[in-house]
């Protein structure tokens, strides 16, 4: 059975900082790109960071460079953001997602969410 388990999300004031977690089971985690989305009430979607099989190379939303960073560990199945400088507008459900393409088919996995707010 596929699952993707986020945690460490919570209340924060501005400025703040988070450490989200998102660990894996029931599909091979390292063979999968994982990136780290979030939704705003009233918004769309969006991406905020995403990180190759091997953690080597890692991109940001413009709206988080230099605050937010990715990070896996791929012997413990789990995927990281560290998120610093929190703002107002970082408020959002934040979803893991595990991609990767296999001939030619898309394969895709969806955490439940955790919820960020950050409010003084």
């Known amino acids: 059975q596929v699952q993707l388990v986020e945690s460490g999300g919570g209340l924060v004031q501005p400025g703040g900082s988070l450490a989200l977690s998102c660990t894996a089971s029931g599909f091979p985690f390292s063979r999968y790109t994982m990136t780290w989305y979030r939704q705003a009430p009233g918004k769309e979607r969006e991406l905020v960071a995403f990180i190759t099989t091997d953690g080597g190379s890692a991109n940001y939303a413009d709206s988080v460079k230099g605050r937010f960073t990715i990070s896996r560990d791929n012997a413990k199945n789990t995927v990281y953001l560290q998120m610093n400088s929190l703002k107002y507008e970082d408020t959002a459900v934040y979803y893991c997602?595990?991609?990767?393409?296999?001939?030619?088919?898309?394969?895709?996995?969806w955490g439940q969410g955790t919820q960020v707010t950050v409010s003084s």
């Open positions: 997602n595990a991609r990767r393409w296999l001939i030619g088919v898309k394969e895709d996995y």
